[in-house]
């Protein structure tokens, strides 16, 4: 069946580093556009970052840019998201999810599935 | 950005009811909206797509309407397994999607 399993969480002390990965199974990964997506603790859904099915196009939330780098492998159907100069703020579960797009007379756009998450937490 | 809204924040309901929940955008996104549900401790899950398409597998009590600016979930009679939180998120502006503060859903 479709499915993501998210990895890398932990703890990370302020200015750290840490990459997550998202693995990919049951689909063809590289017709996807996949994205990262985080919820703090109590609190709603933030977009995190977006890359295409060739990887050729990134785009990032502006809380992120400059510090979060995604990436992906088709050849390993796997997402990446390196993390650099941590904050407190970035304390939350990260989810990833696939793109889906249908198009018609309206071209829409959707998350399904998404992963389980993997917790980040950032604390001295 | 594109900001949205939810309304109520949160609701108490007993099984059988009718439940609505209401999303806004901040300008119009057409009928660029999907409604998610997340329980405690997992990953948010797809219920209605492009404002009114029923994922597969999502019981029909489960519908959604709306275009513009306002949008509506309603569960037509919710059962156990409903209490949760409700998402609704724009895809009008993607990749730069966003997200409703949400609407939890309990037991009254």
């Known amino acids: 069946q479709v499915q993501l399993v998210e990895s890398g969480g932990g703890l990370v002390k302020p200015g750290g580093s840490l990459r997550l990965s998202c693995a990919a199974s049951?689909?063809?990964?590289?017709?996807?556009?996949m994205s990262w997506i985080r919820q703090a603790p109590g609190k709603g859904l933030e977009w995190v970052s977006y890359i295409s099915s060739s990887g050729s196009t990134i785009y990032y939330a502006d809380s992120v840019k400059g510090r979060f780098t995604i990436s992906r492998d088709n050849a390993k159907n796997s997402l990446y998201l390196q993390m650099n100069s941590l904050r407190a703020e970035d304390t939350a579960v990260y989810y990833c999810?696939?793109?889906?797009?249908?198009?018609?007379?309206?071209?829409?756009?959707?998350?399904?599935?998404w992963g389980q998450g993997t917790l980040v937490t950032v604390s001295s | 950005d594109i900001q949205m809204t939810q309304s109520p924040s949160s609701l108490s309901a007993s099984v059988g009811d009718r439940v609505t929940i209401t999303c806004r955008a901040s300008q119009s996104i057409s009928s660029y909206l999907n409604w998610y549900q997340q329980k405690p401790g997992k990953a948010p899950k797809l219920l209605i797509y492009a404002a009114s398409s029923l994922q597969s597998g999502v019981p029909s009590r489960f519908s959604g309407s709306g275009s513009g600016t306002d949008f509506t979930l309603t569960i037509s009679s919710l059962q156990p397994e409903d209490f949760a939180t409700y998402y609704c998120q724009q895809s009008y502006s993607t990749p730069r999607v966003t997200f409703g503060p949400g609407t939890k859903v309990d037991i009254k």
């Open positions: 049951g689909f063809t990964f590289s017709d996807y556009y």
């Open positions: 999810a696939r793109g889906v797009t249908i198009f018609g007379v309206v071209t829409s756009d959707w998350f399904d599935p």
